[in-house]
């Protein structure tokens, strides 16, 4: 089962000083399931993980 119709490389974070350094940009279209969600509960996974404040 596919979950994303369509899915693009946009960019990536260039700035050497940024926190988020490297991190990749997608664009997803027709997404089956709500990306945010789960972004959302990956970050809190790796911020419980680390002992971080989860906000």
Do not use: D, W
């Not at 926190?19 to 997608?26: H, L, P, S």
């Not at 997404?31 to 002992?51: G, L, S, T, Y």
């Amino acid at each position: 089962m596919t979950y994303i119709r369509i899915s693009f490389y946009i960019n990536s974070i260039t700035n050497c000083y940024a926190r988020e350094y490297g991190a990749v940009i997608f664009t997803f279209i027709n997404a089956k399931i709500n990306i945010n969600q789960r972004v959302k509960n990956e970050v809190e996974q790796e911020q419980r993980q680390h002992r971080l404040p989860v906000k």
